[in-house]
């Protein structure tokens, strides 16, 4: 094998030269006539692998950060993917390439460049000039046996084309020699060549020639050199200076971020969300990973929102980094681009994490339809209507659209005052209220006072919290509409009320214009006016829906229309929808006795105010100066309904408890109003003192003539016959029903007028005060098993008090323990113990309750129906065809125990870790089980799955309601003892004698005789209740149902 020289130069075809043929910038593949490297430019680095989407500017970033870059050349071809590097020194090039060669998220490929033909000849020459001939002479005749070479190759070739008529192979690297002219020397390398390498057989008149060829080249790419130095002129006019490119960055995954300086005493201005629907940029779509190892791209730096490219006063609050100009951009970037990166930045800054942003879904806004214009003069309509026909591209209200409000929208007011105003085009992408950083009205006015007499500062008002001048600023413009005189819109501020328009706040406008009509369509419910509270009105007027706040029961404020309305029975009110509670109020108070109703004014805010800001105005349509203003917040007077006064129940002022003290039980009503009285000789003798006196003074007492007053002591006659003293807490003279307190036992009933009277003198407190205290022990419900213990306890069983505090005394009702003094027991954990429900002991325990208990019908305590007769509280009239309904005596004391406190019960025991999971009863077994959509458990009794073993269904029978259904398994729990003991079942079978044969007019007559309302439930009058044991049902009369039926 022939070994290649030196100087040897491969001239066939090689399949990947067409990529690298610029006469600028050489491929980078290693030469034949290179040997070693001394050819290899230390400076410049030759890359490969360049994603799609990188540019020359996103290139020179990223490579700028570890030295000064002299030059940076990206191949503009698609079918290339090469880009060329060069630094001031080799020091940096190698620091770039260890840092940046294979490395992630890029993954560029990375070497080292070899030097250019036109620098390679640079150093000929200079070597020549410092004394190398022989290395020049060597080189140009090796230049001449390249070129006799490539003119047999070039001779050989075109005898085989012309013999064959094809192109023959000559191996993988083989080509034709047109397309390797020069031996791969193109034209453009030959002139700027200083020796051609054949100049001394050239006629001198033809070298002449070439050097004028060679010198007319120089000029062109002089003058292109120029112009491309001009375009990048222009390009760097529209940014700001490359200076400042550290403080925008594109990220390896394509997002682009603005940094604040890391000394920067420049507070965030607020935080704001958004989000957009372009695609991310594809430009770093392989470096999605973390960029805190690799810093991040680096452009130009601009205070501009990265969205929409506005001016931005907003940062991120997560990284306090990024721009944007309102909410609405941030939301949009923070689903697509932000929420991968704002920690990184957050982390690159400070090293601290980030408080979490919730993602909020951006709302989708339809297209808006017409609304109605401002007030305008009839001349007026028609110059504008003649205007709006030039404009093809505007917005065409339709001429009898009807509006909740009207809609008006400031067409560009910063420009020209004196051109001809047309209708904005309406824009889906309106500015969107940051609703976490609502304020309260007049937070941007710190010295601002409320407005005497519009609301009750103790309430709070519903509805908007804000108004649209909360969200404006000074040099901003509003359009504004003179609606109505402030006297007649129920305020003492301003001269006139008027509606406010904003283009920054046109989707929210445009959602009350669309969207809220919609939402309060599909409300069904009516509400009661309040005043104070906000609610939705539709105006007979015009149809369409309003946000009105209720100042009397019949009188609301229209708060984005400025009118004052009265509402009547037939008028349709709704409750607000949440969504509208955050969109501000578009209206306000306007001070400027110069205007007229229905002028439309554009205004200027000038400066902030109490209350509001000072305008400018000037008429929307002549342009007219209007002179200056203040506007505020609207807000009218609210006459509040007057709050009925808590009722207040008063007591009884008992003595304080001593610690370590022995004291006797009295009563105990609850385990938070236990009672007792000390054990002391004193105290027993005026205790026992008080009972005898009032006992054997019965008979001399006056009854009572008028009913007594709340706080009276008197004296009232127990059940027993007997008299005592007792303290009137609440009295209802016209049902005659008198909630009293026995004074030397602390027990509560309710008595008449006729067991009352007068407490003499010498028994009042003054005289004879009360003896007994109340303490507290616990806050569990009191329990039967528990009371079993407390009536043992009043025995005359001396208890130790112990104050829990360990002060000498405390005031009555506070918390103590008592313990016996004969047995030390400890009373309070007695009581607690009893008053534990069993489930809880079992979940305390760690036991299972699944094999526990088994309990069926036979387990249920029964109701029972006095046999005389009694009204029914009819629960179920699903089997009335058969003469049968369910239900029980209206009477029975067991109604609320099982309604409420044993359904109170269930539910704990439902909800908690033992009782929540599902259980398959057996048949007949007594479960708990839900009756949806109701969300109480109910008892009842588990008959069978619906569809058989496995079914996801099953049938039950509740039997507090008599109904039968089916529900769902996993809503079937274990039923257990303590929901059985002690609470009789209300649902009863009660059968009808002689029930006539069920139609449908003569059950609708049933029916009605009942009163049977939505629930199911009515009333019934029955006579002769006989119990049948066998089946557990009653056989009744009713005979006013039979009489009814017959009619």
Request: aromatic letters at 6%; charged letters at 25%; proline letters at 6%.
């Amino acid at each position: 094998m022939t070994s290649r020289g030196r100087n040897y130069q491969n001239n066939e075809w090689d399949s990947t030269r067409d990529d690298f043929n610029s006469s600028l910038y050489d491929n980078q593949y290693q030469s034949d006539d290179i040997g070693g490297d001394g050819n290899l430019d230390h400076c410049r680095l030759y890359i490969k692998n360049i994603p799609k989407g990188l540019n020359d500017e996103g290139l020179r970033a990223l490579f700028a950060k570890f030295g000064t870059l002299v030059e940076v050349y990206l191949s503009k071809d698609p079918q290339k993917s090469y880009a060329l590097v060069r630094y001031e020194t080799a020091g940096e090039a190698k620091l770039a390439m260890m840092k940046m060669n294979r490395t992630e998220p890029l993954k560029l490929f990375i070497s080292i460049a070899y030097k250019s033909n036109a620098k390679s000849k640079q150093n000929q020459n200079q070597n020549q000039s410092r004394g190398y001939p022989e290395r020049s002479e060597r080189n140009d005749r090796s230049g001449r046996e390249r070129n006799d070479r490539s003119e047999r190759n070039s001779v050989s070739i075109s005898r085989d084309r012309d013999e064959s008529g094809s192109v023959i192979s000559h191996g993988k690297n083989s080509r034709m020699a047109d397309d390797v002219p020069n031996g791969d020397n193109n034209m453009d390398d030959l002139l700027l060549e200083d020796d051609y390498g054949f100049s001394d057989i050239l006629d001198p008149n033809l070298h002449l020639e070439l050097e004028s060829l060679k010198l007319e080249q120089l000029k062109v790419r002089e003058e292109q050199l120029q112009v491309k130095q001009r375009v990048i002129l222009l390009k760097q006019a529209e940014r700001r200076p490359m200076t400042q490119m550290s403080n925008r960055c594109i990220l390896p995954d394509g997002k682009i971020v603005v940094r604040n300086n890391a000394d920067s005493t420049v507070a965030t201005v607020k935080q704001v969300r958004f989000r957009d629907s372009r695609d991310a940029d594809v430009s770093f779509s392989a470096g999605a990973g973390d960029s805190f190892k690799m810093p991040a791209l680096q452009r130009i730096g601009l205070r501009q929102c990265i969205v929409c490219g506005t001016g931005a006063d907003s940062y991120c609050a997560g990284c306090g980094i990024t721009p944007y100009c309102s909410e609405r951009c941030q939301r949009r970037d923070w689903a697509d681009r932000h929420n991968s990166v704002c920690h990184n930045l957050a982390r690159m800054k400070n090293d601290r994490a980030i408080r979490n942003v919730a993602d909020s879904d951006d709302p989708i806004v339809p297209p808006a339809q017409p609304l109605r214009r401002p007030h305008l003069n009839n001349n007026s309509n028609a110059r504008r209507d003649t205007q709006d026909n030039d404009n093809v591209s505007g917005f065409m209200p339709k001429a009898n659209s009807k509006s909740p409000m009207k809609n008006n929208n400031i067409d560009s007011v910063n420009n020209n005052e004196n051109r001809q105003r047309k209708p904005p085009q309406r824009s889906n992408h309106g500015r969107e209220l940051n609703t976490g950083t609502l304020k309260p009205p007049n937070n941007r006015f710190p010295h601002a006072k409320q407005q005497q007499g519009a609301q009750d500062p103790g309430r709070k008002l519903n509805g908007p919290k804000t108004t649209l001048l909360d969200h404006i600023k000074v040099g901003d413009q509003l359009l504004l509409t003179v609606e109505a005189k402030a006297a007649d819109c129920r305020t003492t501020r301003g001269d006139f009320v008027c509606m406010l328009f904003s283009e920054t706040f046109n989707a929210e406008y445009t959602k009350l214009c669309e969207d809220f009509i919609v939402d309060c369509e599909k409300e069904s419910q009516s509400v009661t006016p309040t005043p104070g509270e906000t609610i939705s009105y539709l105006n007979p007027e015009d149809k369409a829906w309003y946000r009105g706040r209720c100042l009397t029961p019949t009188v609301l404020a229209l708060l984005d229309s400025g009118k004052i309305v009265t509402i009547s029975a037939a008028d349709k009110l709704r409750k607000l929808p949440n969504a509208y509670e955050d969109i501000p109020e578009f209206s306000a108070v306007l001070t400027a006795p110069g205007v007229q109703i229905g002028t439309n004014i554009i205004s200027t805010m000038v400066s902030q105010i109490s209350n509001g800001f000072k305008v400018t105005m000037k008429d929307a349509e002549s342009n007219a100066q209007l002179g200056e203003g203040e506007l505020s917040r609207w807000l009218p007077t609210i006459e509040y309904a007057v709050a009925p006064t808590a009722v207040v129940i008063p007591t009884v002022q008992r003595p304080d408890v001593k610690n370590n003290s022995k004291v006797f039980l009295v009563h105990v009503t609850s385990l938070e109003k236990v009672f007792v009285r000390p054990a002391d000789a004193e105290s027993i003798r005026a205790y026992n003192e008080i009972l005898q006196r009032v006992f054997l003074s019965g008979d001399k007492f006056q009854p009572l003539k008028e009913p007594p007053q709340r706080g009276q002591l008197v004296i009232a006659q127990f059940t027993d016959g007997n008299h005592y003293r007792a303290f009137v807490q609440r009295t209802n003279a016209k049902q005659n029903k008198f909630m009293i307190e026995y004074v030397e036992f602390g027990n509560v009933e309710v008595n008449k007028l006729e067991t009352l009277y007068q407490c003499p003198e010498d028994l009042n407190f003054d005289n004879m005060p009360p003896v007994v205290s109340m303490v507290k022990i616990s806050t569990e419900t009191l329990q039967p098993a528990a009371t079993e213990a407390i009536e043992q306890l009043k025995e005359e069983v001396e208890l130790i008090l112990t104050l829990n505090d360990r002060k000498p005394t405390a005031p009555s009702g506070s918390q103590v323990t008592l313990t016996r003094a004969d047995t030390q027991v400890n009373v309070n954990e007695l009581l607690v113990e009893l008053c534990t429900p069993d489930w809880k002991k079992i979940e305390k325990k760690g036991e299972d309750i699944i094999n526990k208990v088994f309990l069926t019908m036979d387990d249920l305590e029964i109701s029972k129906l006095p046999p005389g007769g009694c009204t029914v509280t009819v629960l179920d009239t699903s089997m009335l065809s058969g003469g049968v309904v369910c239900g029980y005596d209206s009477a029975s004391p067991f109604a609320r125990l099982v309604h409420v406190e044993l359904a109170k019960k269930m539910a704990e025991y439902c909800d908690s870790d033992l009782g929540k999971e599902p259980y398959l009863p057996r048949a007949e077994e007594l479960c708990i089980a839900k009756m949806p959509p109701y969300p109480q458990w109910f008892r009842a009794i588990f008959l069978a799955q619906s569809e058989g073993p496995g079914s996801n269904e099953a049938s039950v029978c509740y039997v507090d309601y008599g109904n039968v259904a089916d529900v769902p398994v996993n809503m079937i729990r274990k039923m257990l003892p303590e929901f059985v003991k002690g609470y009789p079942t209300l649902g009863l079978h009660i059968n009808i004698r002689g029930f006539p044969e069920p139609t449908d007019e003569v059950l609708m007559k049933a029916l009605n005789h009942m009163q049977i309302d939505d629930e199911g439930r009515g009333t019934l009058q029955v006579t002769n209740c006989l119990y049948r044991a066998d089946d557990g049902t009653y056989e009744v009369d009713a005979p006013e149902l039979i009489a009814a039926m017959s009619k």
